[in-house]
């Protein structure tokens, strides 16, 4: 499967963002789909992950939770970020990934994820 993130941008702490991952594929709702970040610098961490299969099971890293809502459209081929009161700690270059059912036991291990997408950049000014 091919993945392609858009949605980034610069903004402004206390705003929102909505990423995108297109991703190519007939069987694109079976797999678990994720969202992980880079920061400058920094090695890349795990932001949260969903199951498929129809089950949308979700699962957040602490520094996310009650801000960002991951979601899919298995009709559209698509997951989503939502990004609400954003930090300058959240700019990163945010990556979506596809894995198989790995993923769900281990989430936030990339290795799980055998198919990423180019990255798209986030970037919150104080």
């Known amino acids: 499967v091919q993945l392609q993130a858009s949605g980034g941008g610069l903004v402004q702490a206390g705003d929102s963002l909505r990423l995108s991952c297109a991703a190519s594929?007939?069987?694109?709702?079976?797999?678990?789909m994720g969202w992980f970040r880079q920061a400058p610098g920094k090695q890349r961490t795990f932001v949260v992950r969903?199951?498929?299969?129809?089950?949308?099971?979700?699962y957040y890293a602490d520094s996310v939770k009650g801000r960002f809502t991951i979601s899919r459209d298995n009709a559209e081929n698509t997951v989503y970020l939502q990004m609400n009161s954003l930090k300058p700690e959240d700019t990163a270059i945010y990556y979506c990934?596809?894995?198989?059912?790995?993923?769900?036991?281990?989430?936030?291990?990339?290795?799980?994820?055998?198919?990423w997408g180019q990255g798209t950049l986030v970037t919150i000014s104080s």
């Open positions: 594929g007939r069987i694109f709702s079976t797999y678990v």
């Open positions: 990934a596809a894995g198989d059912i790995q993923a769900i036991l281990a989430p936030a291990d990339s290795r799980k994820y055998g198919f």
């Open positions: 969903i199951s498929g299969g129809g089950g949308d099971i979700t």
